[in-house]
């Protein structure tokens, strides 16, 4: 019987990551296999990989964007075939110069295993605040006010997704976003569509 499968989606400092180790903290098989382990893997000339922001801003790194994310969910699906619970942190977006949809890959890709989408929400206010106090040695826009990329992130991340659950995780703690994944997951222990 193949794993089950929860994809956090959500902004970047929206609490994904802490979320998926709530997640792991509850006991089983969970496999943490996010954009941070995946890009964790790249050589530095295909950065930021699947965590390239959206609005278009990197064209030249796109078409390699676009095998990327295929790659990513045939390692998700390996993992899940061997039995694995898998829990991805991502941000994905359909915001690009050329026309790609991470959402359709993932489809394809996971087609006819157990997975649960989950979309993270979290105030613009709460994400800036966790922006200033951990800047991640410059690789988050922490300035003062909204920055342009960070509001096109919480414009671009959600538009036009429907979940099967959302957490607020700037109001939540982990702990209790895990609770509520794990209380929906039965449903998804048989086949799920995405």
């Given amino acids: 019987m193949p ?53 278009g801003e990197r064209p030249d790194l796109e078409p390699q964007v676009a095998l990327l994310y295929p790659a990513f969910f045939n390692a998700l699906a390996v993992f899940a075939r061997s039995g694995f619970d898998v ?23 996971l087609a006819r295993l157990p997975v649960m989408l989950v979309g993270i929400d979290c105030a613009l206010e709460v994400i800036m605040a966790r922006r200033r106090a951990d800047p991640a040695q410059g690789l988050y826009v922490a300035g003062p006010g909204i920055p342009a990329p960070v509001q096109r992130w919480q414009d671009a991340v959600h538009a036009g997704r429907t979940y099967h659950l959302r957490l607020d995780m700037g109001r939540l703690e982990p702990a209790q976003g895990a609770l509520q994944i794990e209380a929906r997951l039965p449903e998804f222990d048989c086949v799920s569509s995405i």
């Fill in 3 to 55: 794993g089950r499968i929860v994809i956090l989606n959500g902004a970047p400092r929206s609490g994904k990551s802490t979320l998926a180790r709530a997640i792991q903290a509850q006991g089983g098989t969970w496999l943490n296999w996010g954009v941070d382990a995946f890009n964790a893997t790249l050589p530095p000339h295909l950065l930021p990989g699947i965590g390239l922001r959206p609005g």
């Fill in 87 to 109: 829990v991805a942190e991502l941000g994905m977006h359909r915001d690009y110069a050329a026309p790609f949809d991470p959402f359709a890959v993932m489809a394809e890709r």
